[in-house]
């Protein structure tokens, strides 16, 4: 009678071990993470000094992450203000970004595949992209073509964003949850 009740007990904490595990990994890229506004970056993903969550992730997901010493990639899911990223708004990516021997901006699915659309326009390079004149960076994401920097979305209801930095001379002597260098606003200007 006693094997029943310890055989259910076994059962109901291996599944809730393994979804939790399972949640753990496919939601969060690890523990060390920096945050600047509503970017966040994981500096020690590609050294061996990456948590073991982050190393889960990276196993999980097939990525080959950046060593801290060759760049470094930042994700967006939100706004400053918190909300998600909508690819059927207009948003604005603006800002000036910290120093970086090259540097990419893409946008993405929430999946992290990129958008197909007629344009072939799947992000930017520092050298293919219109700066203001003191510098920074002034980039559309919209459904629909704009002028000057344009990145279509799909009007994907969800979306996210990377900036991978190149050859950045960071340092991150204690990097859990700190905020990093500045980097660009994100708004959401209109929704519908």
Not at 44 to 62: F, L, M, N, Q
Not at 149 to 171: E, H, I, K, M
Request: aromatic share 8%; with cysteine.
């Amino acid at each position: 009678m006693r094997l029943l009740p310890l055989s259910l007990t076994l059962l109901v904490a291996a599944f809730l071990g393994l979804a939790v595990t399972w949640f753990a990994v496919s939601t969060s890229r690890g523990l060390d993470s920096v945050r600047s506004g509503a970017w966040v970056g994981w500096p020690r993903s590609g050294t061996v000094k990456a948590d073991p969550y982050a190393r889960a992730a990276v196993a999980r997901s097939g990525e080959l992450p950046l060593e801290l010493a060759d760049g470094l990639v930042f994700l967006a899911r939100e706004d400053d203000k918190g909300r998600p990223l909508d690819g059927r708004c207009e948003t604005r990516i603006v800002g000036i970004l910290p120093q970086a021997r090259l540097w990419t901006l893409t946008v993405m699915d929430d999946g992290g595949n990129l958008i197909a659309n007629d344009a072939r326009r799947y992000g930017f390079t520092s050298a293919e992209m219109i700066y203001d004149t003191d510098g920074a960076i002034d980039v559309r994401l919209s459904p629909r073509a704009r002028p000057g920097n344009w990145l279509p979305t799909g009007a994907r209801p969800r979306l996210q964003v990377a900036l991978r930095l190149y050859d950045a001379p960071f340092s991150f002597a204690s990097s859990g949850g700190h905020e990093a260098v500045p980097l660009p606003r994100i708004v959401q200007e209109a929704c519908p």
